[in-house]
């Protein structure tokens, strides 16, 4: 059975999360330099504009909600969810 187009993309969200969080400790969150890591490589373009590592440790804290200073797959998530959505709204207005 063929996989939609959103059910690809979900599988594809999930693997590059566990891809990075199975690096060390525990493989169900990302540690920082995993979520670094994770952040540089999978969206380059993103990272071009944090120019420093105080921007990237106030990201990790941002998406720290429960505050064991690692990100578990929800956290993760929501931080996909603000970038899509920042995504949607500037496309939408550069149609205008």
């Given at each position: 059975?063929?996989m ?11 693997a ?5 969080s ?45 505050g ?27 149609d205008?």
């Open positions: 059975m063929t939609t187009d959103l059910e690809t993309s979900m599988a594809t969200i999930i590059v999360f566990q891809k990075y199975e690096r060390e400790g525990d493989k169900h969150k990302l540690k920082k330099s995993e979520l670094k890591d994770l952040l540089h490589d999978e969206l380059p373009d993103l990272m071009t504009h944090v120019k420093d590592q105080a921007t990237l440790d106030n990201l990790m804290e941002s998406l720290d909600t429960d064991d200073a690692e990100c578990d797959f929800q956290e993760f998530m929501t931080f996909i969810s603000v970038v899509t959505v920042c995504c949607h709204e500037f496309f939408e207005h550069e205008e």
